[in-house]
């Protein structure tokens, strides 16, 4: 009961613009495309995967969005799209794998993004929401120190990792 209790007051003192983890949502929100579609803002509608004109901060905020609403493949499609050695496609390419039961994989990307870039807290967090689910408290809590070595504390990423730790349970976004 105690751990629910701390993990509870630890979620609830996250603003709520924490959540996003990166930002940029819209409001209103956009609107949820079909399978084999991204929204453009510039054209404010759904367009194809394989005929958009999105840039690659377009094709991320859209990976964020498929990710979060739990369409991993889908993601992964956009993904396959955005530079390889992108800290922030490793990133989701670790997090959709992860989600779709491919631990190993995920490790390894979230491990590959971290070369790139060492201070990418969100990685650090999903790596060590990973540990979690694998029962290895240990690496999570080390990825959590990373994360305050990099000035994250009091972001998402950081009240995400330290409230899996403390209740067991990971994030879907």
């Not at 979620?11 to 453009?40: H, I, Q």
């Not at 005929?51 to 609403?69: C, I, K, M, P």
């Not at 240990?138 to 305050?148: D, F, G, K, W, Y």
């Amino acid at each position: 009961m105690m751990r629910f209790l701390l993990a509870a007051t630890i979620a609830l003192g996250v603003p709520a613009t924490s959540f996003a983890a990166g930002g940029d949502d819209d409001f209103p929100p956009k609107p949820k495309c079909e399978r084999g579609f991204v929204y453009d803002k510039k054209t404010k509608s759904c367009v194809s995967t394989n005929g958009h004109s999105l840039d690659t901060d377009g094709l991320y905020q859209e990976v964020r969005a498929l990710s979060y609403d739990g369409r991993y493949k889908d993601a992964q499609e956009l993904l396959a799209q955005m530079p390889a050695d992108d800290d922030r496609t490793l990133t989701y390419l670790g997090f959709t794998n992860r989600k779709l039961g491919n631990s190993e994989a995920a490790m390894t990307y979230y491990a590959r993004a971290l070369t790139v870039n060492p201070a990418n807290i969100l990685a650090r967090s999903y790596m060590g929401q990973g540990y979690v689910e694998e029962g290895n408290i240990s690496a999570a809590l080390e990825q959590l120190r990373a994360i305050r070595t990099y000035d994250g504390e009091g972001s998402w990423a950081e009240a995400s990792l330290r409230t899996s730790i403390a209740s067991g349970r990971t994030f879907n976004y």
